[in-house]
């Protein structure tokens, strides 16, 4: 599964937008770019999936360039609650199952 | 529709005694995940079952533990003779093996070893 590299922390205030992004040099051409986002003490929870260009959902945005070496998550005017780490993973589902490898993420603080 | 729902939430053992976790994954889904994350750490993955099969368990330590998914009820990590270094929360995750790569996570157990 490809390596992926994003920054450790960000901080941010209210109503601003956040954009994080993440770089996967090694990805393949079977990978696919997903971004979870983690609360203390809970699960991951899925946020955005994408292959290649923008994705667009009611949480956030992902902008993938045309090499797709990179990937940019975008949560539009953030609040206090967007407060959370952020996981990017690549991987492919190979064999029918998606063995999805977290790295240390990003945490974003969102102040008042 | 319930999601992944994993007991205890909280769970405190001395050490040498054994550890059972408990996963239901979301109704429909055949593919279970195990993590383990340390504080400030991310999720390190430890085995990938499907019903009554153990398809990956590159992540498992070779000693101690083991997981089950069986053809009913819920999937169960067992962690025998637990050590203080097995505290940790313990993420379950499924998925529906459709070849949708979303998996859902419970809200896992903090496992504490006194």
């Known amino acids: 599964l490809a390596k992926t590299t994003q920054p450790i922390s960000m901080d941010s205030y209210e109503g601003q937008e956040v954009n994080i992004t993440c770089s996967h040099n090694?990805?393949?051409?079977?990978?696919?770019i997903t971004w979870y986002q983690q609360f203390p003490s809970q699960g991951p929870r899925f946020i955005i999936q994408?292959?290649?260009t923008k994705v667009t959902n009611e949480v956030a945005s992902l902008f993938i360039p045309a090499d797709r070496k990179s990937s940019t998550l975008s949560l539009p005017r953030v609040s206090l609650s967007d407060t959370a780490v952020y996981y990017c993973l690549v991987g492919d589902g190979a064999g029918g199952y998606n063995k999805l490898i977290f790295g240390a993420g990003t945490r974003l603080a969102v102040h008042p | 529709n319930a999601g992944v729902m994993q007991n205890p939430r909280h769970l405190v053992r001395r050490r040498g005694q054994e550890a059972r976790l408990r996963c239901s994954p979301m109704?429909?889904?055949?593919?279970v995940y195990w993590y383990r994350q340390l504080p400030e750490e991310g999720l390190k993955f430890m085995v990938y079952l499907q019903k009554e099969n153990i398809i990956d368990e590159s992540g498992m330590p070779k000693e101690r533990f083991s997981a089950e998914f069986p053809k009913e009820g819920p999937s169960i990590l067992r962690i025998q003779q637990v050590v203080r270094g097995d505290s940790a929360a313990y993420f379950c995750?499924?998925?529906?093996?459709?070849?949708?790569?979303?998996?859902?996570f419970g809200s896992g157990t903090q496992l504490s070893v006194l």
């Open positions: 109704k429909g889904h055949s593919h």
């Open positions: 090694n990805i393949a051409t079977n990978d696919y």
């Open positions: 994408g292959y290649k």
């Open positions: 995750a499924s998925s529906p093996g459709t070849g949708d790569e979303k998996l859902f």
